[in-house]
């Protein structure tokens, strides 16, 4: 017999915004390819999660993804879990579960890509952005967007480090950079042009693993990275999650042009509904300054880093392709992110978001 260990990852309860926990259990090595079904369901106390009370406290964790875990690197696995209540109910922070039920209310049938660009910041143990002086300030911004060289960027080992983990875990890793304020970094997850299963639960599964990888890795740099969505006050850009989709409709050359107005009418109508559940505090970063569209406007525009709804070259050019939701907070979930935009581009019930995940943050609705 042999054993490998399995680390459960889950999203927790954590107001105003949930948080990554995770928990490592020993399995039987796979015999020949491995299968959802290696991972037993496992419990944990909801009452130190803010999932439960402490007079009734087990939650139930449900394997529903894996992924081959890069650090451990022997054929042990990370595998995503959905949180249900003991009588077999998504779990009201279950927001996996909600976008599962807006794919299966219909949305599956558009074929839909996304691919997300998640901004972060890395902090040194003292609370300093990295790279940022002891008091006072770096220069101002210019120089740090794609920098490279001491002093330029910051924070470059640990990024690196994790796109290569990506790479082995075999997640839809698109490519990283660094970002315009000094300690700030992006990585995209998502459709990367190349015939492989990229649908929407995919995406958004592997965006919580390669969040997971992040802080796991930050660990061994003692670095602390946040998703906050204005880490910084004052002239420094926030930190984003642009959400870049396509419907098989929009990337069509026949039916793209049609597809993508339609789809822009639709989030101009429900913009409301949509920041609401784009990140705690997204107001702060929504300004109307440092690239964003004011949080009280909805503006979509072509090459436009000024809109809520960027049409890219590309799409503008050819008729049809993606566009980018340029709303998102860095602190968004992205299994509501998506949820929400197909429940919206695809014309499908709004309950089907409230009734089905009651998560922190839809709970504000
Ligand atoms: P930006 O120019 O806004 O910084 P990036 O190069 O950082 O853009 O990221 C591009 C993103 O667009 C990636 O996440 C990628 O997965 C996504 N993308 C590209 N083509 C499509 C498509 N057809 N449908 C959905 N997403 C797409
Ligand atoms: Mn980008
Ligand atoms: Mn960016
Ligand atoms: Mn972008």
């Known amino acids: 017999m042999t054993l490998i260990v399995a680390e459960y990852i889950w999203i927790d309860g954590t107001m105003p915004t949930a948080q990554i926990r995770s928990k490592s259990r020993v399995v039987e090595a796979p015999q020949s390819q491995t299968s959802i079904d290696l991972f037993p369901e496992w419990g944990f106390d909801g009452s130190s999660t803010n999932q439960a009370t402490g007079d009734n406290s087990d939650c139930i964790l449900k394997p529903v993804n894996f992924v081959l875990d890069p650090i451990r690197d022997d054929g042990s696995f990370l595998v995503m879990c959905e949180v249900f209540d003991r009588n077999g109910n998504a779990h009201p922070t279950n927001t996996r579960a909600a976008l599962r039920r807006v794919l299966e209310a219909g ?207 590309s799409t503008s050019q050819n008729g049809y392709g993606y566009l980018e939701d340029r709303r998102p907070g860095a602190n968004s979930d992205p299994y509501l992110v998506a949820a929400q935009i197909l429940v919206t581009i695809c014309g499908l019930d709004q309950c089907l978001m409230s009734e089905t995940a009651k998560s922190p943050q839809v709970a504000l609705l």
């Open 107 to 313: 949305a599956h049938t558009q074929d839909a890509y996304f691919g997300f660009e998640q901004e972060f910041t890395l902090f040194d143990l003292e609370g300093n952005p990295v790279g940022w002086p002891d008091a006072g300030y770096p220069a101002p911004q210019g120089p740090y967007y794609c920098g490279v060289g001491a002093g330029a960027v910051d924070g470059r080992q640990l990024v690196e480090e994790h796109l290569q983990a990506c790479m082995k875990a075999g997640l839809l890793i698109y490519g990283t950079n660094a970002e315009v304020m000094l300690g700030q970094w992006e990585f995209q997850i998502g459709y990367r042009g190349f015939d492989e299963p990229a649908d929407a639960l995919k995406t958004t599964d592997d965006m919580w693993f390669a969040t997971w990888l992040l802080h796991r890795l930050s660990e061994d740099y003692d670095i602390k990275v946040s998703f906050e969505n204005k880490p910084m006050k004052g002239d420094w850009n926030g930190a984003g999650c642009h959400t870049n989709f396509s419907t098989k409709e929009m990337r069509r050359a026949e039916t793209g042009k049609k597809a993508i107005e339609c789809a822009i009418n639709q989030l101009a109508a429900t913009h409301e509904t949509h920041v609401k559940i784009y990140g705690a505090g997204l107001s702060e970063r929504l300004t109307g300054n440092h690239e964003t569209c004011s949080i009280n406007e909805f503006r979509a525009g072509e090459s436009d880093r000024g809109a809520s709804i960027r049409i890219p070259i």
